[in-house]
């Protein structure tokens, strides 16, 4: 693959919400996950631990269990957030088209074929950056399912039931559940990805002070700044 391929896989590996229900074979989470054992880690310590959810007994009372919290979760952020309100009345606005594919997301949770919890085994006290080991491999992860034609979806929804997650789960008190990651087959297409023009995230020289040498390439698709 040369260094285009690679920039166009990473720029078309949005968020994944709608999956088909055809299981992810043994073979290609195997990639998956080998994809994501990869990944640095401060002094190598390898931190992080996956648990792969998919038809076990304790898979699908966990799967059940984080279904309600990602409905709930949902449900609680588009209230605050005002998701259903303002250009939520167009069904064609951006704002709609992601409300009902989070809201799709969360109301089929239990048919996704893979969901995976990502974990991090603490081994001293909390400490600002204590993410920083376990989510390039998130990264590592996330990518390799976009090469073998998987979509896929971050969340932090897991929270709420952290505790009944641990009890299902056997995970010990010392490990930190950091992020679910969902896997499928997308029903829609692998898409471009919409974010901040290039200057508001890269400095040169100080805070602030604007990049000269780094521009947007045509036909990229921004996002509104916020705050
Ligand atoms: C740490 C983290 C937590 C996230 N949590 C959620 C979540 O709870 N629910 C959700 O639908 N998406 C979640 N996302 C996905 C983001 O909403 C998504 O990456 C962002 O809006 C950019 O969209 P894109 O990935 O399609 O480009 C999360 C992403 C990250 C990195």
């Known amino acids: 693959m040369n260094a285009d391929d690679f920039f166009e896989l990473l720029s078309t590996a949005r968020s994944v919400r709608r999956y088909s229900p055809e299981p992810v074979p043994d073979a290609d989470l195997a990639k998956i996950l ?17 648990i792969v959810l998919r038809d076990g007994p304790r898979a699908r009372r966990a799967r059940r269990l984080l279904g309600e919290s990602f409905r709930r979760g949902w449900a609680r952020k588009a209230e605050e ?19 009902r594919a989070i809201q799709h997301y969360v109301d089929h949770f239990e048919r996704i074929p893979a969901v995976i919890i990502a974990c991090y085994v603490r081994y001293r006290e909390l400490t600002h950056s204590e993410g920083a080991s376990v989510f390039p491999a998130c990264q590592n992860l996330f990518l390799m399912a976009r090469a073998l034609g998987y979509g ?29 990651i969902t896997i ?44």
Do not use: M
């Open 184 to 227: 499928g087959k997308p029903l829609g297409r692998h898409g471009p990805l919409r974010r901040r023009p290039i200057r508001d995230t890269v400095f040169d020289d100080g805070w602030e002070q604007g990049a000269e040498w780094i521009s947007d390439p045509p036909g990229a698709r921004l996002s509104k700044r916020r705050s």
């Open 34 to 50: 080998y994809a994501a054992s990869r990944a640095p880690s401060g002094t190598n310590r390898q931190p992080f631990r996956f």
């Open 152 to 180: 896929a979806c971050y969340s932090g929804w897991h929270n709420a039931v952290a505790d009944e997650l641990r009890e299902i789960l056997e995970i010990p008190a010392n490990v930190e559940l950091s992020l679910t």
């Open 81 to 99: 957030e005002g998701w259903n309100r303002g250009s939520a009345a167009d069904p064609d606005s951006p704002k709609s088209r992601v409300n």
